[in-house]
């Protein structure tokens, strides 16, 4: 399993990162190899200053070795070795009418001594964080979210819609990070769903990514915007600065699992404010999209 999903996420970078080069027009990504010394590593892949995205990353990796100690503890384990590969991408477009989105697609084993896999499971999903409400868009990539997802369980997408909306948020400030999508873990065999069950599931999300997102970017790139509303969004992208780096299990395992801090770290927008007590005003577009994020909507 573990190598058929390593395949499938190379696979899916390439097909990812060809189809946003194509979208952006000027910009190319970076490409990054690197080593864990405790085992594995990983191709990073990077576009910068291009005519849509401003920062974005397309990383996978394939990590191995002894499961660190406060992972033991997490997971209630004296010695045991581990597996983890995935994709994650990060995209922080230029314009402020074109929102960032957020995707990762990951597969974990767990072996014991006699180097037995002991447990597995997925992990995943994909949320998409506006800067302005454009509520078509909501329900564009809602719907294609639920479309992958009812292939396989129609009570998957109401299922990880709410646990998308649960995860990405900002407890300390009340709000939503962004509009949601799908957030799924720990996806184990049961009598409902083997691995391969799984596999197909999580495999087919990652293959409506693009289905999701491209629309979007398309039908708003083009439209102009004030420096005002620049502002904005370098705001609420300080928001999300405070998210990843404060509530994010993902970063927080890279990072206890000795990552690459520059991988782990590329998800971060290279142009962002915190402005003192920032309040939009009453009845602005900024406003409306605040009132979005106090309360999960069901777009579809």
Known sequence: MKDKFYQYIQALQNTITYKLEEIDGKAKFQED???RPEGGGGRTRVIENGQVFEKGGVNISAVHGELPE????????????????????????????????????????????EGEIVDQWFGGGQDLTPYYLFEADAVHFHRTCKTACDKHNPNFYPTYKKRCDEYFHNSHRHEARGIGGLFFDYCKASKDMSMENWYDFVTEVGNSFLDAYVPIVEKR???PYTKAQRSWQEIRRGRYVEFNLVHDKGTLFGLKTNGRIESILMSLPPHVQWVYNHQPEKGSEEDKLMEVLKKPIEWI
Do not use: I
């Open 33 to 35: 190899l690197w080593e």
């Open 70 to 113: 406060t992972m033991r503890n997490h997971f209630g384990v004296k010695d045991a070795n581990f597996f983890a590969c995935g994709l994650s991408l990060v995209l922080h477009p230029k314009k402020p009418m074109v929102p960032t989105v957020h995707a990762n697609w990951r597969y974990f084993e767990m072996y014991n001594q």
């Open 221 to 223: 790139k083009e439209l």
